[in-house]
């Protein structure tokens, strides 16, 4: 069974940059045709896909965020990291990780269109 757990600041500060962290075990992140995304809900809205890892180590990320988000893995641990620069009080949210087979959801309307997903971590940016 794949698990997968979120960890990081709960609190970050205007124009620094969070960095989160998923630690995933019951799984390789290298195992062929395995997509490992980020997904944020902000208070009060649905859902938004950050980006995602896959299994060759390729990367994909949300145009809106691009210029901020780097997403990079670590195989010897089975981690992969987001770090999103220069956030605001807008980059409040719930942050999750989450893994897909195949296919990557970038419009998900609910966790469970993904295989597997974290219990979430909220991070909230303030001075």
């Known amino acids: 069974q794949v698990q997968l757990q979120e960890s990081g600041p709960g609190l970050v500060k205007p124009s620094q940059t969070l960095s989160l962290t998923c630690t995933v075990s019951g799984g390789s992140i290298t195992t062929n045709y395995g997509y490992w995304s980020w997904i944020r809900q902000p208070p009060g809205k649905g859902l938004e896909w950050i980006g995602y890892i896959g299994y060759s180590g390729s990367t994909e990320y949300s145009p809106s965020l691009k210029s901020r988000t780097s997403i990079s893995r670590d195989t010897s641990k089975n981690q992969f990291t987001l770090q999103l620069s220069s956030v605001t009080p807008e980059d409040t949210a719930v942050y999750y990780c989450?893994?897909?087979?195949?296919?990557?959801?970038?419009?998900?309307?609910?966790?469970?269109?993904?295989?597997?997903w974290g219990q979430g971590t909220q991070v909230t940016v303030s001075s």
């Open positions: 989450a893994r897909t087979e195949g296919v990557v959801i970038v419009r998900p309307s609910s966790l469970d269109e993904y295989d597997h």
